[in-house]
């Protein structure tokens, strides 16, 4: 493999983003969230693409931090606060993206890793990987996301489970867990994913790019907001290119021809 620590991969219309650092269980450094963060940039500005499949490499997704370089001299030159901004920063980033994201998980999702996992939009495992929030068993907190992400995923009392506790679960559990879309035995991965990543695919950037704003919006907006949220979407859906294009196609019963705006 390269010696970046994210690989990018634009495969047709789905860019594959990889975490290498194989030799530390893909953890996470200061260089490779900088290097993540300008992939997340390039690929939400690149029109032809139309989803982020996020997985690392040799079947193992990321272990968290790197603690040898949480504890260097490196980090107590930025000190660890900036690093929790910069964390914060890149899965905010991903989460808020108008491409969707779909992570992969295999292996260890823990730590880092698994707060890269619940800010992508869909998540779907292997049956073995190992996936759980992990940072009190080291006495460390999550600076990037579980304690406003994940609440609002499974709920409080499976949020305290799971940030209390420590726990892993495999894929299965998590899917349990409504942590995750779906899991599959390791040698059925690859084609779930991309059995996935279809159904996405044949559908309007546009209306993608709409449709996830305003359901991430309206997870934090009063009822009153987020119905006039909804009528702006609706006459901005019928007034798009593609609105009037899925309409046409349907009367005409075709294939809509998408155009992205």
Request: net charge negative; hydrophobic share 45%.
């Amino acid at each position: 493999m390269d010696t970046d620590h994210v690989l990018l991969e634009k495969d047709g219309d789905v860019a594959r983003v990889w975490l290498n650092r194989p030799h530390k269980m893909n953890a996470v450094t200061v260089e490779l969230l900088h290097r993540l963060d300008e992939i997340i940039k390039e690929v939400d500005a690149d029109p032809d693409l139309k989803v982020l499949v996020l997985r690392g490499v040799q079947n193992q997704f990321c272990s968290g931090f790197d603690l040898d370089e949480l504890l260097s001299d490196f980090i107590g030159t930025t000190t660890a606060m900036d690093v929790a901004v910069l964390s914060a920063q890149v899965c905010d980033r991903l989460y808020s993206m108008n491409t969707p994201s779909i992570a992969v998980l295999e292996g260890y999702v823990t730590a880092g890793g698994f707060e890269l996992m619940i800010s992508c939009d869909f998540a779907i495992a292997s049956d073995d990987a190992k996936i759980g929030d992990f940072h009190i068993r080291r006495a460390l907190f999550g600076g990037a996301g579980p304690i406003y992400r994940l609440p609002r995923m499974i709920g409080l009392r499976k949020t305290k489970e799971l940030m209390l506790t420590g726990k892993l679960l495999s894929g299965q559990e998590a899917k349990d867990f409504d942590l995750i879309n779906d899991s599959a035995p390791a040698d059925e991965l690859d084609q779930r994913v991309e059995d996935f990543i279809g159904t996405l695919t044949d559908k309007s950037p546009f209306m993608m790019k709409l449709t996830k704003m305003a359901i991430n919006q309206g997870l934090d907006a009063d009822v009153k907001s987020l119905m006039i949220m909804e009528h702006l979407a609706v006459g901005n859906a019928l007034q798009s290119e593609d609105g009037k294009e899925g309409v046409q196609a349907f009367l005409q019963k075709r294939e809509p021809k998408w155009v992205g705006r």
